[in-house]
């Protein structure tokens, strides 16, 4: 039994490695492409990633045979258009690929005839573009947020090839966070979270190493490793909360709005709506900060009554990660009588 599992452990080592070299010789020879800045996720400047970096391709010999190409590697259709001139704006950095003469019938650009890359006579102002028929390769509105308390927290899923996946945290932070609630239409992004902590996903993970800048539309137009690429378990799936900032209720706990010195004064502030993570409640007596604690969706403050809690009592909250703060409550009057004896 013991050499049985001893070679099970080997097989899979050496698996692990198989699949590590196969991924590696995909990232050097530049299978991996995309397609930036148009207005959805099969149209825009054609990049492929080599050297461990994305760079662009010149539209020296660039027609509408390379576009299909393209078109088919990205399982977006036909070629609309093979865009010249940088009409989707010019990249940066390296310039990969120059001359490239594809017959159309090709399944990668690489496999095309071409320089060999980096070699090349252009500028950023030559960068090569496409438009396919498809829009499919990352629907625009196929995103979602999984396991969360309501449509605009969660774990975030992307749709690709007809099916849901997950998106590594690696690089993850607000800039993409801010990305994908403005996708939602949920506003501003109020926290980045990485660990899964909205749970692990069980289909693939879609994306990885995604670094967007904050002013895309759509996630597939971020920067990332491309599709697949990646090398994540799911316990290191993204996560998101958007602002969905709701004024809380302030409600007095206390029978009397007439309370005695020595009396235990009780309010209770809360949210209409769960919050997806604890937030801090902050209590006011006549708009001055009197008390803060921690809690998720409510939280009861107590308070032992002197003649310095005679006031208009308000709350809010605020998500600590990027001091977004909600609307006040309305308030509520205390008056402090005479001492019961």
């Not at 605009?152 to 607000?174: A, K, P």
């Not at 239409?185 to 800048?213: H, I």
């Not at 994540?232 to 209720?249: F, R």
Request: charged fraction near 20%; aromatic fraction near 8%.
């Amino acid at each position: 039994m013991k050499d049985t599992s001893r070679t099970r452990t080997l097989r899979l080592r050496l698996n692990i490695i198989l699949v590590s070299v196969l991924r590696a010789s995909l990232l050097t020879d530049g299978a991996n492409i995309r397609l930036v800045g148009g207005s959805h996720s099969c149209s825009g400047r054609v990049e492929v990633y080599y050297n461990n970096q994305w760079g662009t391709v010149c539209d020296d010999d660039w027609d509408m045979s390379d576009a299909q190409v393209v078109c088919r590697q990205l399982r977006c259709g036909n070629a609309v258009s093979a865009h010249q001139s940088a009409s989707f704006g010019q990249g940066s950095g390296s310039i990969w690929l120059d001359n490239v003469r594809c017959s159309g019938s090709e399944s990668s650009i690489t496999q095309c005839p071409r320089n060999e890359f980096g070699s090349h006579d252009c500028s950023h102002s030559e960068d090569a573009g496409v438009t396919c028929s498809g829009t499919e390769s990352v629907c625009q509105n196929a995103i979602r947020l999984v396991n969360g308390r309501s449509n605009c927290c969660g774990r975030v899923e992307i749709q690709y090839n007809s099916q849901w996946g997950t998106v590594c945290d690696d690089f993850w932070d607000l800039k993409d966070a801010e990305v994908v609630c403005r996708q939602l239409g949920c506003g501003k992004a109020v926290s980045a979270l990485q660990d899964a902590r909205f749970g692990q996903g069980s289909e693939p993970t879609w994306l990885d190493d995604v670094q967007c800048t904050g002013t895309e539309s759509y996630i597939d137009q971020c920067l990332h490793s491309g599709f697949e690429n990646e090398d994540c378990d799911h316990h290191e799936d993204a996560g998101v909360v958007c602002s969905d900032l709701q004024t809380p209720t302030l409600t007095r706990i206390s029978p009397n709005s007439v309370v005695s010195p020595g009396e235990v004064l009780k309010f209770r502030c809360s949210t209409p709506r769960p919050t997806c993570i604890s937030v801090d409640f902050s209590l006011y007596k006549t708009g001055t900060l009197i008390k803060k604690q921690t809690a998720e969706t409510t939280t009861t403050f107590t308070l032992t009554v002197d003649g310095s809690h005679q006031g208009q009592y308000t709350c809010d909250y605020t998500y600590r990660e990027s001091n977004f703060t909600s609307s006040r409550s309305s308030s509520i009057t205390i008056t402090v009588g005479k001492m019961l004896f």
